[in-house]
């Protein structure tokens, strides 16, 4: 069966660091990936879109990269701030006909002052 | 831009009762809207995929007649927890996308939770 695994522990960083979180899956080939931002009781923020045929996307200070024989995607922000503190949601987008995304359980990130 | 407003965002009511929540789209047309449902610490998991003017597309699990979705226009899109019971109480998120292969943009979510 389809599987997404992202950091299944909380990452701690100190501000001013670089958070790298990863999202890896298997049995799955999909057309994009896409990583969502959400804070408690609220719903998920689109951050950034990577087609597969990409292998790094920027914005701003945030980064992904996606390695498609790897099966993995990774997601860098840099300079960290404690706003920056929240869960962080990878998902596999199947694309055309039928499309939907294939949820990561996320990544709770916390930038300490 | 983007935005996608959801209502209300918080539900509290008897067994038995059901509840209609509501999902705009506020700036743009969405062909495509989702409905999901998300427990604590777990992912969100997809209930169904709604398109304009036609049924909704359900996911294996989730019961048609339990939970109705109307997307009567191309801003609009409603899911009726019908006859809601404690087990249901959850957190229910709507998305929305317009044409093409774009990001889905979510409303804020509805805590429903039932006596």
New interface residues.
């Given amino acids: 069966s389809q599987k ?1 695994e992202q950091n299944s522990e909380a990452l701690n960083i100190q501000e001013g660091k670089t958070a790298t979180l990863t999202c890896n899956y298997t049995n799955y080939s999909p ?2 990936l ?1 990583w ?1 931002r959400q804070d408690p ?6 951050l950034l ?1 990577i087609r597969e045929n990409e292998k790094e996307k920027r914005k701003e200070r945030l980064k992904v990269t996606f390695d498609t024989t790897l099966k993995q995607s990774l997601f860098h922000i840099t300079a960290s701030q404690p706003a920056d503190s929240a869960t962080y ?1 990878c998902a596999l ?1 199947t ?2 006909n ?4 294939i ?4 990544t709770s990130l916390a930038v300490n002052p | 831009g983007a935005v ?1 407003s ?1 209502h209300p965002s918080r539900v509290i009511c008897k067994s038995g009762t059901s509840v209609k929540i509501e999902c705009r789209s506020l700036d743009f047309q969405a062909t ?1 809207m ?1 409905w999901y449902r998300q427990f604590p ?6 209930m169904a ?1 709604s398109n304009e003017g036609s049924k909704a ?1 359900y996911e294996q699990g989730v019961e048609k007649d339990k939970f109705l979705i109307n997307h009567a226009s191309l801003t609009l899109s409603t899911l009726t927890v019908t006859s809601a019971h404690p087990e249901d109480s959850s ?1 229910y ?1 709507c ?1 929305a996308t317009p044409t093409g ?1 774009q ?7 509805t ?1 429903l939770s039932i006596l």
């Fill in positions: 997404i057309a994009y896409q969502y009781g609220r719903g998920p923020v689109f879109l949601l987008d694309a055309g039928n499309r939907k995304l949820w990561g359980l996320g | 996608v959801q495509t989702f610490k777990k992912s969100l998991m997809l995929t597309t957190f998120i998305s292969n990001p889905q943009h979510f409303g804020d979510g805590r």
